[in-house]
């Protein structure tokens, strides 16, 4: 899949940071310059989920957040489910089908918090030119300092008895194994992830942001309890044009 550089493109490479040349034909009618001077991160991936197109601020998030080889990982012609652990894959693999196969915009709360700020944002998918694919954008609508007390140090404590750290895959915290029900922010594990990481849903996010899951799947199997849920506000979701 060829990805056309800006100055050999035309109109469309010249708005999006990104476009694959074979795809640009179903973008007709969509806001390129608009969607490329957006500041939320927005890809379009085409029906079998393969990134064909980003803009500028897809990059720059990422950059900002220690993924400097983004484009390398995840570019044009690379799966947007590579990203994904699991669960979550299962989950939004799904989720994005439906919304491909019912034409239907998909909207989903997720965090996305660096080690000292808490992030949330709108994830919306909203499905192009008959099915062919999807536009996703990613809307800050919360951004608050993690206070000092809510950090922790990395520890034995966060450690399984075989070693592993068990952490959120939307979250991103991790759970502590000698005090029930804790997950806890350890800095250093955002800023670095080991090798020896296993990924679930911790129970606030679990029944915060995925009640259907939680309703579907026996507690006992994600070996969860009832959890807190987090102090931090919940913005109102602002209002998203549809790029229908």
């Given at each position: 899949m060829p990805a056309l550089p800006p100055?050999?493109?035309?109109?469309?490479?010249?708005?999006?940071a990104a476009l694959d040349a074979t795809f640009s034909g179903a973008l007709t009618g969509l806001d390129l310059a608009d969607i490329a001077a957006s500041p939320d991160p927005t890809l379009v991936v085409d029906g079998d989920l393969l990134i064909r197109g980003y803009n500028q601020a897809y990059i720059d998030?990422?950059?900002?957040?220690?993924?400097?080889?983004?484009e390398a990982n995840f570019g044009v012609?690379?799966?947007?489910?590579?990203?994904?652990?699991e669960p979550a894959r299962a989950l939004?693999?799904?989720a994005y089908r439906n919304a491909l196969d019912r034409q239907e915009v998909f909207h989903q709360s997720c965090e996305c918090s660096s080690p000292s700020e808490y992030r949330e944002y709108l994830l919306s998918a909203y499905p192009i030119a008959k099915g062919i694919g999807l536009l996703l954008c990613h809307?800050?609508?919360?951004?608050?300092?993690?206070?000092?007390?809510?950090?922790?140090?990395?520890?034995p404590e966060h450690l399984?008895?075989?070693?592993?750290i068990v952490q959120c895959c939307h979250c991103r915290e991790v759970r502590n194994f000698q005090h029930e029900n804790r997950w806890d922010w350890v800095p250093d594990l955002i800023k670095q992830m080991p090798t020896n990481v296993s990924?679930?849903?911790?129970p606030r996010c679990l029944d915060h942001y995925y009640p259907d899951l939680g309703e579907k799947r026996s507690r006992?199997?994600?070996?969860?309890?009832?959890?807190?849920?987090?102090n931090h506000p919940r913005a109102p979701m602002r209002g998203l044009r549809s790029f229908r």
């Open positions: 100055s050999e493109s035309g109109d469309h490479a010249q708005a999006l998030f990422a950059h900002a957040n220690g993924l400097p080889a983004i012609g690379t799966s947007l489910l590579a990203a994904f652990s939004y693999a799904q809307h800050l609508v919360a951004a608050d300092p993690i206070p000092m007390s809510e950090r922790r140090a990395r520890s399984s008895p075989n070693d592993l990924h679930t849903f911790c006992s199997r994600w070996g969860l309890s009832k959890g807190r849920r987090s």
